[in-house]
């Protein structure tokens, strides 16, 4: 994977995460075309350099605290 690709995809993640349009991990995964483990591996480190990303598993999807 090249370093535009795995920019892009996070550019792509955010822009979901504030539409709260990105569905469950799964449905995230096809979006960004990649696996749930990369997924959960994106968000992890946009948690670590303090983004509010919260889980709601009552809409399935990722959003902006």
């Not at 822009?15 to 979006?31: D, M, N, R, W």
């Not at 946009?46 to 009552?58: V, W």
Request: proline share 3%.
């Amino acid at each position: 994977m090249t370093y535009e690709t795995t920019l892009t995809r996070e550019k792509y993640l955010k822009e979901l995460i504030e539409l709260e349009s990105t569905g469950t991990p799964e449905q995230l995964a096809a979006k960004l075309n990649t696996s749930e483990s990369t997924v959960y591996r994106m968000i992890r480190t946009l948690k670590r350099i303090d983004e509010p990303i919260a889980y709601s598993k009552i809409r399935q999807t990722y959003y902006y605290k």
